[in-house]
């Protein structure tokens, strides 16, 4: 009206640009949209599968297991677990396989599920269809693929990673990536899990992001996502003390 009265008649155009609520007054008998039920939104669920059942086998035969190697005085994988327990992930869901009993030992306390991967031997696919295994984590709107073995990344940047996840709607896969070079943690959204169950060997989330033909977000973490301690020098190198 302001532009009418200035002799500025808008046009056709101008008034298709005013069509998203400029032209509607807020009154009280028409119900906003917004302020209603309907406008409400819920953050996606984010279920962290952390797998820690391999053999650590560049370790060397019968040599020290690199996630019970202490950290400021922590195992790997308690340390690892208490990071995944800190962030905005729903749940926790911890694969063990290799050396079980100590591993779980290591995790006393935390609140937090294990479940055994008996055929952890026959490479990482077992163990990611292990966790698929469970409900909690079956029924989130994305699931977390965290390793173990990797002492640099934080909480932080895993609510780095479940943010983007959000913003995308729960529909791309999210992954940390250094100086634009992929790496862990992943997230996969839910509309993968039966691609997940299809996997064999040891095939880990890498090949379904090639070939899941669904939008992938990178985030930049820095080194975390490429710092795993997979052999007795990278744990020193890295800080770690190993243990029997």
Known sequence: MNRIVAADEPDGHDLTDMGVGVLLKEINMRPQLRDGPYMQITAASVAIVLLAAGRSSRMGEGGS????????????????????????????????????????????????????????????????????????????????????????????????????????????????????????????????????????????????IETAGVPIVDVEIGDAAHLDVDTPEAVILAGGLLRN
Do not use: C, W
């Not at 940047?157 to 990536?177: C, K, M, T």
């Open 65 to 208: 297991h690199k996630l019970l190697a202490e950290f400021d005085g922590v195992p790997l994988v308690r340390r690892s677990v208490q990071t995944a327990l800190e962030s905005n992930a729903l749940n926790v869901t911890v694969v063990t396989g290799h050396r079980r009993a100590e591993i779980e030992q290591a995790l006393a306390g935390l609140s937090v599920s294990t479940i055994e991967n008996p055929n952890y031997a026959s490479g990482m696919a077992s163990s990611l269809i292990t966790g698929m295994s469970v409900e909690a984590v079956r029924d989130a709107d994305g699931i977390l693929m965290m390793l173990a073995d990797m002492p640099g990344v934080s909480a932080d940047d895993l609510n780095i990673l479940i943010a983007a996840f959000h913003e995308s709607g729960a529909r791309a896969i999210v992954r940390a990536v250094s100086r634009g070079k992929r790496g862990n943690p992943v997230i996969l959204p839910r509309s993968l899990n039966a691609a997940i169950l299809r996997l064999e060997g040891d095939i880990g989330a890498r090949h379904i």
